[in-house]
């Protein structure tokens, strides 16, 4: 009888166990669930298909910086420029729209080579020179920023021509162009982490970089590869923005390289490198742009805004904080 005892006990616990991984290993899922409750709650206008499709297109354009922020970060990075590089594209797009209306095809070369060309620069200043991550895109961040204003001499660029937001409006299958290269980004960049040697190798170079520089791996080639996907997806990002407006202004993209960084940070990823995933900075721009929208749809001033969005992402990083450390033996 006592050994029945036993076993129904030692059942129970290891129920309870299996439980409490479950949700640890889910907190951030379980976080959103509540937050999406809450404003569903709280206005009928929250949960309704076009509103699902309205977070959606504006969480795209800062997708692109997060796909590219979640391999900076997981080599034990940072990229600071990415917000500068989206008003330098934008503006570099929109003026080669307006020199050359009959080919806009150009533009789109020309923001992505834009954005590619300050990620590699940071790549190599950061790999050869060694200057932290920290610092040098710093710099660049600067530098991009001043660039985003040359070339419109201070000011928006306008007149350009009603065919450029065809990049950013176009709709297939009721999703826009934004919308549908987000999804193919996150399934390119899962595949690329979880299949291939290139993936295998940013997780060693974050890991530790003297054992993977030991064991083979070129990491100041990762590195200058990193950001400069980095840097080429900020352009992109850049050029959808600009076509979902049809202008360009140098202050677009502020704030993107915080809000890009808090998803990634949110999802689990580390900021000494070596650990994260896409399926967490899906998790983790899913909740900021969830808390946006909701907001919004409650008229909750901006200043309000900013102080309870901090608060989240505090809250949830502490949460998977606690997590990992309860995930632990």
């Known amino acids: 009888m006592n050994t029945t005892a036993s076993t129904v006990s030692g059942k129970g616990r290891f129920s309870d166990i299996s439980l409490k991984n479950v949700l640890i290993r889910n907190s951030m899922v379980l976080v959103l669930i509540v937050v999406i409750a809450y404003f569903t709650y709280r206005s009928a206008r929250f949960a ?24 900076v970060i997981l080599t034990g990075g940072i990229d600071l420029s990415v917000g500068s590089v989206i008003a330098a594209s934008a503006m570099s797009a929109a003026f080669t729209a307006v020199r050359y209306p009959d ?8 923001a992505i080579a834009v954005g590619a060309l300050v990620g590699l620069v ?5 790999s050869l020179l060694n200057v932290p991550p920290f610092v040098a895109t710093l710099g660049t961040m600067t530098a991009a920023s001043g660039l985003a204003y040359v070339i419109g001499n201070g000011a928006p660029i306008n007149g350009v021509p009603t065919d450029y937001g065809n990049f950013a409006n176009t709709a297939i299958l009721g999703l826009t162009a934004p919308v549908i290269l987000m999804i193919l980004g996150f399934v390119l960049i ?13 997780y060693a170079v974050g890991s530790n970089r003297n054992a993977a520089t030991l064991a083979g791996v070129r990491t100041g080639s990762m590195l200058v590869r990193v950001y400069l996907i980095s840097g080429a997806l900020a352009g992109l990002s850049g050029l959808m923005i600009s076509s979902r407006v049809i202008s360009g202004a140098p202050s677009l993209g502020q704030g993107y ?7 990634v940070v949110i999802g689990g990823a580390s900021l000494f490198g070596g650990r994260g995933s896409i399926w967490g900075t899906l998790l983790g721009l899913l909740l900021i742009q969830t808390l946006n929208n909701g907001l919004d749809i409650l008229v909750v001033p901006a200043y ?10 505090v809250a949830a990083v502490g949460i998977d904080v606690w997590a990992t450390r309860q995930r632990r033996p």
């Open 190 to 202: 899962w595949f690329i982490l979880k299949h291939t040697t290139f993936g295998l190798r940013v």
């Open 103 to 110: 080919q806009l095809w150009l533009s789109a070369v020309v």
């Open 304 to 313: 309000w805004q900013s102080i309870i969005k901090g608060g989240l992402i």
């Open 122 to 126: 940071n790549g190599l200043v950061i």
């Open 48 to 71: 309704t298909p076009d509103n699902f499709l309205t977070i959606l297109v504006a969480a795209a354009p800062f997708a692109l910086v997060a796909l590219g922020q979640t391999l």
């Open 257 to 263: 390289e915080l809000d890009a960084i808090a998803a």
